[in-house]
């Protein structure tokens, strides 16, 4: 089973539920691996510290000109959809944040003045912390496309029975990628009215990608009632609520888990993947 953890906006606790999901299922004899596709900030391995064993660039591939061979016909700027290779006077400019990697431009050269070089975007790391399979993405400082990135992470996600995505907060395309595919999405939010407004958004991406969701509310000390009036009128179940602890807040500062640092805690993870599972079944159903 593919579970995907989502927020509209981040410091909801999104990681703080993933990783312990992953905790509790790998203590009850699960095989589960954790993927960590936030990768313009990754932080699952600073609580489950894993012990990488693989690691590997994530490279583009990247049109390059040969203006020798070019008879600046502009083919190539007309078919790009994303202006990453423009035709302009005696040269041709190309911008590697902005390309795509289609192929499309090297294609429609009558020539063959365009080839394609590698260039590197990110990285891939790979490992196990204890019983737990860990897969992480790193875009590289300075560059602006996380989507090949996850879909690295996603292509190498280990054969296991439960696989665990910590999606990056919000609702763009890194979200969708990171979702897409999943069996259940898992929606992290808090009683706030900026946590509610996210919510509201992440929602509709959910159901625009017809992927089944429900919610968890962290820190559910403050009245949330606006949250649970949502999410019983749109029919999303929420799955469990987790209490406005100020020891949860101290173990996450010190780069504890929570099942580790407060047992009592495990109950209430234990019955979050639970409901997941239950809820992922009707889906399926």
């Not at 009215?193 to 996210?198: E, Q």
Request: proline share 6%.
């Amino acid at each position: 089973m593919q579970i995907a953890i989502a927020s509209g906006k981040g410091g909801t606790g999104k990681t703080t539920v993933a990783i312990n999901l992953a905790w509790i299922a790998a203590h009850q004899g699960r095989s589960v691996a954790y993927l960590d596709c936030d990768v313009e900030e990754p932080n699952g391995h600073l609580f489950l510290r894993p012990e990488i064993t693989d690691r590997q660039a994530v490279v583009e591939r990247i049109p390059q000109v040969d203006l020798q061979k070019c008879t600046r016909c502009g083919r190539c700027g007309k078919i790009c959809q994303y202006s990453a290779i423009v035709s302009i006077g005696k040269t041709v400019l190309v911008y590697p944040d902005l390309c795509h990697s289609c192929g499309g431009c090297r294609l429609v050269c009558p020539t063959g003045a365009i080839t394609e070089i590698p260039l590197e975007i990110g990285s891939l790391e790979r490992g196990t912390a204890g019983a737990i399979q860990f897969v992480q993405g790193s875009l590289k400082i300075g560059k602006a496309r996380a989507v090949p990135v996850i879909q690295a992470v996603k292509s190498v996600s280990p054969q296991v029975d439960l696989v665990i995505r910590d999606a990056p907060p919000g609702t763009s395309c890194p979200v969708v990628e990171s979702v897409r595919g999943a069996d259940y999405v898992v929606l992290v939010t808090e009683p706030t009215p900026f946590g509610l407004h996210d919510l509201r958004l992440a929602v509709e991406v959910m159901h625009a990608l017809k992927l089944p969701c429900g919610v968890v509310v962290n820190r559910a000390g403050s009245p949330a009632n606006e949250v649970r009036w949502f999410c019983g009128a749109r029919q999303i179940p929420i799955l469990a609520e987790i209490p406005d602890d100020r020891r949860l807040a101290e173990a996450y500062a010190q780069g504890s888990m929570i099942c580790e640092a407060l047992p009592e805690y495990e109950t209430v993870f234990a019955g979050l993947l639970d409901a997941i599972a239950r809820q992922a079944r009707t889906v399926a159903a």
